[in-house]
């Protein structure tokens, strides 16, 4: 994993990659050579339809918001933990996320 996450990485010339590992959480590829695990979140899990989707669409609004690829990453955890913990697709609120940090 972590060899192809920083092949990926310096191949494509991204900033930043993350990268899913259920529950055994996330890695975080940043440009600089650094690598941060991300604990999952323990929760229920119901269903993880779209918890993928919510990682994504959390990372990307944080980043573009100006948080560090580590908060977003971080603030992703957090929100997919909440999707999970659902079932079928469902948001998860800023309220939910709110409580869960």
Do not use: Q, W
């Amino acid at each position: 994993l972590i060899r192809g996450g920083a092949a990926l990485l310096r191949d494509f010339g991204f900033r930043a990659l993350l990268v899913t590992m259920g529950e055994e959480g996330m890695a975080l590829f940043e440009h600089d050579g650094s690598v941060t695990r991300i604990p999952a979140v323990a929760r229920e899990v119901f269903d993880v339809t779209g918890a993928g989707d919510t990682v994504i669409g959390v990372f990307a609004l944080c980043a573009a918001a100006g948080a560090t690829f580590t908060e977003a990453a971080v603030l992703a955890n957090h929100a997919a933990g909440i999707a999970v913990g659902k079932v079928g697709t469902a948001p998860v609120y800023r309220d939910e996320l709110k409580k869960a940090l």
